[in-house]
């Protein structure tokens, strides 16, 4: 009989796929994608001192002031990608890997990353 894998189990299977891969540094963290029903989550990892340098998420105060009430799942994962943007440049980096913890590269994920490079990172 066949196992069958659930969704969940085959996005964990890639996102350890890709851990072995690419690793962050103080100069180039890793930009780390989080998304849930609700919500998205970024932050900022130098894994070589298992630090997170900087984060953000819809949760945050400023966020909810800078949108009002529109702007949508996507419109929201944009202006996340902006903010984690913002904050990385005030702690003077400009290059970042990007994980996308094994979410397809498509909507609020490929939204968050579009919106990060339009304020300046490189990834």
């Known amino acids: 009989m066949l196992n069958k894998t659930s969704r969940k189990e085959q ?6 796929r890709v851990r072995k891969k690419i690793t962050g540094t103080r100069e180039c963290p890793r930009l780390n994608v989080f998304r849930s029903a609700r919500h998205i989550y970024a932050q900022l990892v130098d894994d070589e001192r298992g ?3 900087c984060a953000a998420s819809t949760l945050l105060p400023e966020l909810k002031e800078r949108l009002g009430d529109g702007g949508g799942k996507i419109g929201v994962a944009r202006a996340v990608g902006e903010m984690i943007a913002e ?3 005030s702690l003077g980096i400009e290059r970042v890997v990007f994980d ?24």
């Open 100 to 123: 996308r913890a094994g979410y397809l590269y498509h909507g609020r994920v490929k939204a968050l990353a579009e919106g990060a490079r339009a304020k300046g990172l490189e990834f």
């Open 11 to 16: 996005r964990e299977r890639r996102r350890i």
């Open 87 to 89: 904050k990385a440049k």
């Open 51 to 53: 630090v997170t340098l």
